[in-house]
């Protein structure tokens, strides 16, 4: 079992749609866990960091789920700009208390005009 | 600078002939991070170096990788003996650190690697 799993999709749906995407992970020890985005062919970049209580950050809400080891990240209002994979992220703190994060295979989304 | 640096951005080379990869993190982050992603899959973790602790190698796929640091600065991927199989975008990142707290990395742009 992968540590991180997510739908790969791709996630195919119109300007203006709301889209959610969920990801599981298999480490109860995981201590932070994040989005990041990737374009196609350029490095992932933090979209947002995933707390306990939730969190938003203008359209986009992320939601973490301890006791079922279970994130989300909602999309409301689909630009076309938000074309790109989803990267599910948790970490494992290492020595010295940083961490090693794991990244989940990605969920690509297209938003058509 | 400003970001994570890698060079070079792209490289071609034959099988059989190693190849080194730098990195040049952020100032003062004191964790860099060493990840591969082949073509339309996920970013696999190699190895990660914090401080002056050993290096986390768990990810390194056989004894033809290998990657120092020096300090808290520039660190090199070596690959020796490339095979068809290690093309893909090596990818290194760097992150700051404060107790718990962990604030998620920043990459580098990559190095395309291609073995022919």
């Known amino acids: 079992r992968k540590e991180v799993e997510q739908d790969p999709g791709p996630f195919n749906v119109p300007e203006g749609a709301t889209v959610a995407f969920n990801c599981t992970y298999s480490n109860s020890a995981s201590q932070s866990f994040f989005w990041y985005r990737q374009d196609c062919r350029k490095e992932p970049k933090l979209l947002m960091s995933?707390?306990?209580s939730g969190n938003e950050d203008g359209r986009f809400t992320a939601q973490l789920n301890r006791a079922s080891q279970y994130i989300s990240l909602l999309i409301r209002d689909s630009k076309l700009s938000d074309s790109a994979t989803y990267l599910c992220?948790?970490?494992?703190?290492?020595?010295?208390?940083?961490?090693?994060?794991?990244f989940g295979q990605g969920t690509t989304l297209q938003v058509k005009p | 600078g400003a970001g994570v640096s890698q060079s070079p951005s792209n490289k071609v080379t034959e099988k059989g002939k190693d190849v080194e990869l730098r990195c040049d993190p952020i100032s003062g982050h004191t964790a860099l991070y060493w990840y591969r992603q082949r073509l339309g899959q996920g970013l696999e973790f190699l190895i990660y170096f914090q401080g002056n602790s050993a290096p986390d190698k768990s990810g390194l796929p056989s004894d033809r990788f290998s990657a120092e640091r020096t300090g808290e600065s520039v660190s090199t991927l070596t690959i020796q003996r490339t095979q068809q199989e290690d093309s893909a975008v090596y990818l290194c990142?760097?992150?700051?650190?404060?107790?718990?707290?962990?604030?998620?990395?920043?990459f580098g742009s990559g190095t395309r690697l291609t073995v022919v």
């Open positions: 995933v707390y306990s």
């Open positions: 992220v948790v970490n494992t703190l290492g020595s010295g208390n940083t961490g090693k994060l794991i």
């Open positions: 990142a760097s992150s700051a650190t404060s107790g718990q707290a962990f604030y998620g990395y920043t």
